[in-house]
């Protein structure tokens, strides 16, 4: 069972917006600690998607935003692409764990 | 252009060791905390461990604890993660991060596969 919680799917069809959200606790997200989104395409490796909460690294399209209030943290993906179909993982630091965690992962199908 | 690529990965029985490599290149790698994440099959990502630029600081995930042990070497520009008494439950698709202040990787690298079995 992963420290922060996500969904396990969600799906959208070409051109609409979905979200993708991922709770945590007082000892992550609800620390003050940023929260980081990871977009992985079957069979590679995961790649940098959102980081510090909202910001996205050159290259990532406008498409993806990242946001964050609390305990929990969501990420949105607008105009949907057939391309955008992946795997989506939140990503963040624990104080009580001194380490890094991770959602569980969410499958985004693209209908 | 930032690289890394993973080596070392194999099929050991329960019990083994192995030991798995990370090859830096295009940038100054002593500037730059660096972990290692892994994925089990059809499973999702798992940090397991984290070190600081010149190793002083060295973090792990509580189910690799006193198992495993992250080095590096600066001047190879070089990450490894010795792993010894391993179980099934490793067998995971073991991946080397570039670490940014905050606590994320911006560069990964492809991954290599460990496989514990008998």
């Known amino acids: 069972q992963s420290v922060l919680t996500q969904p396990p799917s969600v799906s959208g069809a070409p051109g609409q917006r979905v979200t993708i959200s991922c709770t945590g606790s007082?000892?992550?997200?609800?620390?003050?600690?940023?929260v980081h989104w990871y977009q992985q395409l079957p069979g590679t490796a995961p790649k940098l998607l959102i980081y510090?909460?909202?910001n996205r690294p050159s290259g990532v399209p406008d498409r993806f935003s990242g946001s964050k209030s609390g305990t929990s943290a969501s990420l949105a993906i607008s105009g949907l692409q057939a391309e955008d179909e992946a795997d989506y993982y939140c990503?963040?630091?624990?104080?009580?764990?001194?380490?890094?965690?991770f959602g569980g992962g969410t499958k985004l199908t693209v209908l | 252009e930032v690289q890394l690529v993973e080596s070392g990965g194999g099929l050991v029985q329960p019990g083994g060791s192995l030991r798995l490599s990370c090859a830096a290149s295009?940038?100054?790698?002593?500037?730059?905390?660096m972990s290692w994440v892994r994925q089990a099959p059809g499973k999702g990502l798992e940090w397991v461990a984290n070190?600081?630029?010149?190793?002083?600081?060295?973090y792990y995930v509580d189910s690799v604890k006193g198992r495993f042990t992250i080095s590096r070497d600066n001047a190879k520009n070089s990450l490894y993660l010795q792993m010894n008494s391993l179980r099934a439950e490793d067998t995971a698709v073991y991946y080397c991060a570039r670490m940014r202040f905050g606590h994320y990787g911006d560069y990964w690298g492809q991954g290599t596969l460990v496989t514990v079995s008998s």
């Open positions: 295009g940038f100054t790698f002593s500037s730059y905390w």
């Open positions: 007082s000892s992550n997200i609800g620390a003050g600690y940023d």
């Open positions: 070190i600081k630029q010149d190793g002083s600081e060295k």
């Open positions: 510090g909460n909202s």
């Open positions: 990503q963040s630091y624990d104080s009580s764990l001194s380490g890094s965690v």
